[in-house]
């Protein structure tokens, strides 16, 4: 039955997993293409060094932000022609719920394998095809690991919203729009208060603090 | 003509829109709009009248004593009680010297500045008076410390106009911590022997490194021939004109170390590149000012004559290579966090994933199909 789930799957979401996979393994390759003025012969320059991390560091933000949209288009299209056919097809299977459930998960989750491997890949082979200044180092194991780790945390956070009721979506929109309403409202009475600061503090410091930090190929 | 304008007055008055209050309840609503209007603009006139008539407070946190306009009294208390803690710890018994002056937070748009008898201080800052918040306690807190460094520094000659000074300003624990972990950076990232070797821990080159060491050599600042010979290349390329009368040595450099060491023998040193930022320079002098406690800044500023080695071994009580030494090892564990995910941090990404599917496990969403 996994199976069927993940044919099925792959074929409402291989555009996304596929312009994922290019993402993935382009990114850190043209991240190095970009610094590599700084590293190979001219590596040892006054200033290179400082000036390659700069350059990796202006991609860092690309990796969450991709593990973030692919966890996102992968966890919608999992549910998406359940939601049209009214949950039909699902409920004249013979499993019960949480196994269909969990069946959907792993098979958006198997899917995200592959820009994971692609990211992999791109960060060994960008990796290995530098000179690096002395002093820095490459981590394209760690930044795979971190990108798997987000593209998890996205993929589970949008596939429950997804799975619940058009009703739980509605209340998390709602509040989500009551937010961004206080928010503008305070800010145009000049009221010392920012709900949408505090609430992003304690969401990067909770659930999505994986996609905080440095994302850098190459760092000290 | 005449029915034809009572046409044209019928349809002019059909196509008129509705007034938008018509009903008892709306005027009252547009009556509660304006007098709350009213309030919020009685308010700011209130604050405005108090500023023409200069009404001032004094506030007074530790050694430090602020005076700012009345409407602005409590975020600019706050932005003080914030500052104070930086200012003692860094200055130390050296602050007790503020106690004599004035700091007064002043808006340019405010008229004319308080009368005080000297020694005073304005510190500027904008405000927005109309707002229910004014000032940002934070920005004045920055500006308190920065106007208690002024202030402390006033009968130094040189401060901030030389290049290289070695007084320094309070900072948030955050900013200080970002500095010392950019030291970090800069350490690892400079080219130079004597860094790497600074780096891996031969004091005696952090000590060149960091302008602290007792002879500005050339010889000792670039160690190997490599070294010397790189530098005479880039001031060649960057100030050609220091080395044109000295076109020989210049050729005969890029073969023979010696010619190379006697080239930069000649330059003067001020034409000398410095192989670490004053930002990072400024760590070691921060360093040594925490370790020799409450009397370290004072020290440090009677050793404005000194070279920095003895400045900072002075201002620490300890010998020159024991700060370093301390410099360094604090250097070392303000090393940035990589891209490395540790061990708490991937388990807890994973029990968050494991989380949300457990909602997804107890939708509802069967139920109501």
Known sequence: MFKVVFLTQWKWSRTAVLAGVFAAFALPILSVQQAGVFAGPTRELPGHARRLLDTVQTWGIAYPLLALVLGVLVAVTAWAADHRGRHVYALALPVPRWHYVLLRFAAGGALLLAPLAALGVGALLASASVTLPPGLQAYP?????????????????????????????????????FLVAVEVLAAAVHAPIDPLQFLGSRVLSGPFGIFTGRWMLIDV | MVRGAWYVALLGTLSVPRAPAQTVAELRQRVQALEA?????????????????????????????????????????????????????????AAGELKRWTLVVWDPNQGRVPRLDPPKLLITVNVNWTAPVAIDPVDVSRRVMSGSAQALHADLEGWRTTPFH?????????????????????????????????????????????????????????????????????????????????????????????????????????????????????????????????????????????????????????????????????VLAARPDVVTTSRFEGWLAVLWGVVFTTFALASTRWHRV
């Open chain 1, 141 to 177: 194991v760690a930044l795979t690991v971190r990108f798997g780790l987000a593209l998890l945390v996205a993929y589970a956070v949008i596939f429950s919203i997804s799975a619940g009721t058009p009703r739980t979506a509605a209340i998390v929109l709602s509040a989500i729009a």
């Open chain 2, 37 to 93: 209007r009213h309030r919020t603009a009685a308010a700011a006139a209130n604050r405005a009248d108090s500023l023409t008539t200069g009404a001032t407070d004094t506030i007074r946190v530790g050694m430090l004593t602020v005076v700012a306009a009345q409407p602005i009294e409590k975020p600019v208390r706050r932005g003080v009680e914030l500052a104070w803690p930086a200012v003692d710890s860094l200055y130390g018994d």
């Open chain 2, 166 to 330: 070695r007084w320094l300003e309070p900072a948030p624990a955050a900013d200080e911590q970002r500095l010392i972990s950019e030291a970090y950076v800069e350490l690892v990232t400079l080219p130079t022997h004597a860094a790497q070797e600074c780096f891996s821990g031969v004091l005696e080159r952090c000590r060149t490194v960091l302008g602290a060491a007792p002879s500005n050599d050339p010889r000792s600042r670039w160690p190997t021939p490599d070294d010397r010979r790189a530098l005479v290349q880039r001031i060649a390329l960057e100030f050609p004109y220091v080395i044109r009368t000295r076109e020989p040595l210049l050729h005969s450099c890029l073969n023979a170390d010696q010619d190379c060491a006697t080239l930069l023998g000649s330059i003067a040193p001020e034409w000398l590149p410095e192989l670490v930022t004053q930002q990072t320079r400024n760590t070691l002098i921060r360093h040594a000012v925490r370790l020799g406690g409450r009397r370290g800044y004072q020290r440090l500023l009677q050793s404005a004559d000194l070279p920095l080695g003895v400045a900072v071994a002075d201002a620490a009580g300890l010998p020159v290579d024991s700060v370093v030494a301390s410099w360094r090892r604090a």
